[in-house]
């Protein structure tokens, strides 16, 4: 069983920068990959970002890419998400994901443990 905080989100104007932290709780993280995805109000969640076990491999939605990036400190059993150049259609609630499989990383159904979720909020 994995437990999953985050923390860091806030609310920022359009241009600014916000670094989101997920803590896992047991001795595993570093054997989990770790997503992020994000929902706003009235849409699906959707992906966001993901990282492999080892942080050697990372992954992006389009929407991430180039201002997003994604990190791990396994001896610190968190994962991070560095947001840069926001946008108020970023404006979300963020939920880190983990999962024990490798393979995909870009679905819902690909995570077996999530967090409770932070607010972000851009402003225009």
């Known amino acids: 069983q994995v437990q999953l905080v985050e923390s860091g989100g806030g609310l920022v104007q359009a241009g600014g920068s916000l670094r989101l932290s997920c803590v896992a709780s047991?001795?595993?993280?570093?054997?989990?990959?770790m997503g992020w995805f994000r929902q706003a109000p009235g849409k699906e969640r959707e992906f966001v970002a993901a990282?492999?076990?080892?942080?050697?491999?990372?992954y992006y939605a389009g929407s991430a890419k180039g201002r997003f990036m994604i990190s791990r400190d396994n001896a610190k059993n968190t994962a991070y998400l560095q947001m840069n150049s926001l946008k108020p259609e970023d404006t979300a609630v963020y939920y880190c994901?983990?999962?024990?499989?490798?393979?995909?990383?870009?679905?819902?159904?690909?995570?077996?443990?999530w967090g409770q979720g932070t607010q972000v909020t851009v402003s225009s």
């Open positions: 994901a983990a999962t024990p499989s490798e393979g995909s990383y870009y679905y819902i159904g690909d995570y077996q443990y």
């Open positions: 047991g001795r595993t993280f570093s054997t989990y990959a």
């Open positions: 990282i492999s076990w080892s942080g050697g491999s990372t």
